[in-house]
């Protein structure tokens, strides 16, 4: 029948398999083989140049993901840049960069920060990047509506007053 491999390294399915086996046979021997194995990776997302997945094998340090995602944007918010990781016992962890004083420290605080496989890399928006966008979609969007609406009628009574 089928045997599930989820979850099982190489080693720990030859055992398994082994042992189930030896219950048939004398002493079996057994050969696992990994057809497709999944390669590890890291994701970067939020204000960076491209959010993108990264091989792992690619990118062992935050700056160096970083840097294969295009860079930081000038929107970003360095302060608060966090890995998201699972840990043994199955919870999310954050893990934020500090952010030394000066750019070569804040970089390479990025560089001694090592990663693993399936890490997510999330760098926020800044603050005052919040606060323009929210001012762009709640202040100048929909007064640039009225404008169009009401323009038409402003001109029209402006060239009345003028007759």
């Known amino acids: 029948d089928d ?4 979850g099982y390294t190489v080693s720990e399915l030859d055992q ?3 042992e189930q086996l030896s219950g048939r046979l004398v002493n079996p021997e057994v050969t696992i083989a990994v057809i497709n194995p999944r390669e590890p990776m890291v994701y970067v997302f939020g204000e ?15 700056a160096q993901a970083i840097a294969m995602a295009s860079g930081i944007n000038v929107k970003a918010n360095r302060s ?9 016992e199955g919870h999310l962890r954050a893990y934020v960069a500090q ?5 070569p420290g804040f970089y390479m605080a990025l560089q001694n920060m090592y990663l693993q ?4 890399i999330i760098v926020p ?3 005052r990047s919040q606060f323009v966008r929210f001012v762009q979609d709640f202040v100048n969007t929909p007064l640039s509506g009225i404008n169009q609406v009401l323009g038409p009628y402003f001109q029209f009574r402006l060239i009345s007053a003028i007759d």
Do not use: W, Y
């Open 48 to 62: 960076v140049g491209v959010a993108t997945a990264i091989p792992f094998r690619q990118a062992r340090t935050v």
């Open 125 to 127: 928006e800044s603050v």
């Open 3 to 6: 045997v599930k491999a989820a």
């Open 80 to 88: 608060h840049i966090a890995i998201i990781r699972l840990d043994e």
């Open 16 to 18: 398994r398999m082994t």
């Open 99 to 103: 952010d030394l004083s000066g750019q």
């Open 117 to 120: 496989p399936d890490d997510l």
